[in-house]
């Protein structure tokens, strides 16, 4: 079957460097993406991963081993407004996207 | 700006009814989807379109269905309400040039079936 793992929940400080996991099991892998969820709102696009390694978009970064299933999501110096939840997803090999049920952030003063 | 809309944002509805909820793109994609959105779940693809006229079943399309008749709009329509159906649903669009194109999500339609 297809799976996306990711946290429920994360708790983490102000300032600080969080790092949100994902492992995924799909027919098939056509890449990775990362998107953002405030409470009440639509998921918005953060990053998007087809080769190994790590991309960079400034306090975010994401990185992908495919040899792994793994990717992970890195944000650093966190601000209140980073507190939502992460969602990942997987492209099957139909092109689908496979979401993740996400992880919810929560930021500490 | 070129944005998507989904119309109503909140609908209480009873067990039996029909109804439709609205997406509307205004970036002239081709590719436009909906999911629901239930907690402890991830986004669970329902229908999908890959141009007009086009339409596909996703993961959970008993009970659903959407037609394609312009670029712009792709409404789904529950045929006859169940309480399970209750859930936030999302439209989302993408580009279509590609495989793997980013999507874009509309605002949501939060759906209560009583």
């Known amino acids: 079957g297809q799976n996306i793992d990711q946290p429920t929940e994360m708790t983490a400080t102000e300032g600080a460097i969080v790092q949100i996991n994902c492992t995924y099991q799909?027919?098939?892998?056509?890449?990775l993406f990362w998107y953002q969820q405030h409470a009440g709102e639509a998921p918005t696009f953060l990053s998007y991963?087809?080769l190994d390694g790590l991309e960079e978009k400034g306090r975010f970064s994401s990185f992908l081993s495919r040899s792994k299933g793994y990717s992970y999501l890195l944000l650093k110096e966190l601000q209140m407004k980073d507190s939502a939840s992460y969602l990942c997803?997987?492209?099957?090999?139909?092109?689908?996207?496979?979401w993740g049920a996400g992880t919810k952030l929560i930021i500490k003063p | 700006d070129a944005e998507i809309t989904q119309s109503p944002r909140h609908k209480i509805t009873e067990t039996g009814r029909q109804v439709t909820l609205a997406c509307h793109q205004t970036w002239n994609h081709n590719n436009m989807f909906w999911y629901r959105q239930d907690l402890g779940h991830g986004l669970r693809l329902i229908h999908y379109s890959y141009g007009v006229q086009d339409t596909n079943k996703g993961e959970v399309s008993d009970g659903y269905s959407v037609s394609r008749s312009n670029t712009e709009d792709l409404p789904l329509t529950l045929e006859s309400a169940a309480s399970s159906q209750t859930s936030v649903y999302f439209c989302a669009s993408s580009e279509g040039s590609g495989d793997t194109d980013t999507q874009y999500f509309g605002p949501g339609t939060r759906l209560t079936v009583l």
């Open positions: 997803a997987s492209i099957d090999s139909n092109y689908q996207l496979i």
């Open positions: 991963n087809v």
């Open positions: 799909t027919s098939g892998f056509n890449g």
